[in-house]
């Protein structure tokens, strides 16, 4: 690692940096900042437009031939505006001022440095001031333009005031209309419950009657059994009515689950089918 060539140059930059611009002076952190850049620069040139190591510059660096060079390498070569490059040269002539505080810069040479004047700047700074006329014509189309924005804006204003309106219709038909829909006819749920109650009358009557006919059944089964069980004991193979009476008002019966029920009874049959009114046939 090389010897640094003037220590006291880089504690007074330091110094400078930490001390004397942000407690002693007052100044924000980016103007330090802006600062510490300026330097930063100024080291940057020395390195590259003298072959000048860092551990090589010294305070004799700051001088006055260094400074005018710095300014013009960065107008050249960096491509800096005038503005900024007279900033750069506030920032050296205020730390040369330091350095010459600190007893490290002689006053001579600071008062070189500080001679050095502002580059001009090229850009133009004359104010010009509107004539009456233009401040006229321009205050006649302001108003112009003023008076059409008014006028869109209305018509906007009654657009959105005729939608709303619109919605506001809108919305009162749709309530209206969902108050009143209906989705079934009127009186469908009482027809409903009352067809429900029939179909439970209905199931019970249907349940009463599948009771009966279950019971009739047994009861002619049983009866057919007692039949055949009293025709067994008296050995008797078939019987038939002998009474004359009896047959003559068989055939006077009309229907024929009648005679079917009275064949039974009476021990005889009649055709189903085909059969006619009073037609008995016996066994």
């Not at 390195?47 to 710095?70: G, I, M, P, W, Y």
């Not at 009866?223 to 004991?233: G, N, P, R, V």
């Not at 068989?250 to 089918?273: L, N, S, V, Y």
Request: glycine residues 4%; contains cysteine.
């Amino acid at each position: 690692m090389r010897k640094i060539k003037d220590p006291t140059l880089f504690q007074s930059i330091r110094k400078f940096l930490t001390e004397d611009m942000p407690i002693v002076r007052k100044k924000s952190a980016n103007t330090v900042d802006a600062y510490r850049y300026t330097l930063n620069l100024f080291l940057a040139f020395l390195r590259e437009k003298h072959n000048k190591l860092l551990c090589s510059v010294t305070a004799k660096d700051f001088c006055q031939r260094n400074v005018l060079d710095f300014m013009d390498w960065l107008l050249e070569v960096r491509g800096n505006k005038a503005s900024t490059v007279n900033l750069r040269l506030k920032h050296i002539k205020r730390f040369c001022r330091f350095l010459m505080d600190e007893n490290i810069l002689m006053i001579s040479e600071l008062s070189a440095i500080q001679k050095i004047a502002d580059i001009p700047s090229t850009t133009n700074d004359t104010i010009k001031f509107l004539t009456v006329q233009e401040t006229k014509e321009i205050l006649s189309s302001f108003t112009k333009q003023i008076e059409s924005d008014n006028k869109q804006m209305k018509n906007l204003k009654n657009i959105k005031s005729a939608f709303f309106n619109q919605l506001g219709k809108g919305y009162t038909s749709i309530s209206s209309i969902l108050h009143n829909f209906k989705a079934l006819p009127e009186g469908f749920e009482q027809d409903c419950n009352e067809v429900s109650s029939n179909l439970k009358i209905i199931g019970s009557i249907s349940n009463s009657l599948n009771s009966i006919d279950s019971e009739i059944s047994d009861a002619i089964g049983e009866l057919q059994s007692l039949k055949e069980s009293i025709f067994s004991e008296n050995q008797i193979a078939s019987w038939e009515i002998r009474d004359n009476r009896l047959k003559d008002l068989i055939k006077q019966f009309t229907i024929t689950a009648h005679k079917e029920a009275a064949g039974r009874i009476g021990g005889f049959g009649i055709e189903k089918e085909g059969a006619k009114s009073g037609e008995i046939t016996f066994f």
